[in-house]
């Protein structure tokens, strides 16, 4: 996992995990990792949860169970079925950062919250105030 970089960051920034972080964004394991353009940043998300949901090591119950809320949350948005109320995003993302014992899934929030930041304009349809 790492962070989220938008094209318009990518020559600001010098490839090490100091650099990465003070400008909020994860070098991760180190490996960059490039998201097509037409690739709809719902589903990345939607993917970071299921991924974390399902190799979450289980210790915690922010990773455990906030991982798998996260699922479902993006799984409603798939189905198109309902909206993602912020303040709810931003609360599992936050307890998920402060709270979970492994790294997994204490580190989902960081990309998450660099496509709510960076593309806002293509999560707008999704997102509920």
Not at 18 to 32: D, I, N, P
Not at 116 to 127: G, R, T
């Amino acid at each position: 996992l790492g962070g989220v970089v938008p094209l318009s960051e990518i020559d600001n920034l010098n490839l090490d995990f100091q650099e990465f972080s003070a400008k909020g964004f994860m070098l991760g394991h180190a490996s960059v990792v490039s998201i097509p353009k037409d690739f709809p940043m719902v589903e990345y998300i939607h993917h970071l949860f299921e991924f974390s949901a399902e190799e979450s090591c289980g210790k915690c119950f922010p990773g455990r169970l906030g991982s798998y809320r996260g699922k479902e949350m993006f799984d409603q948005v798939k189905n198109k079925t309902a909206k993602i109320p912020m303040q709810l995003l931003n609360d599992l993302l936050k307890t998920m950062q402060k709270g979970c014992l492994c790294a997994l899934c204490g580190a989902i929030p960081t990309p998450i919250n660099n496509i709510l930041k960076y593309f806002s304009s293509e999560m707008k349809n999704d997102i509920s105030a």
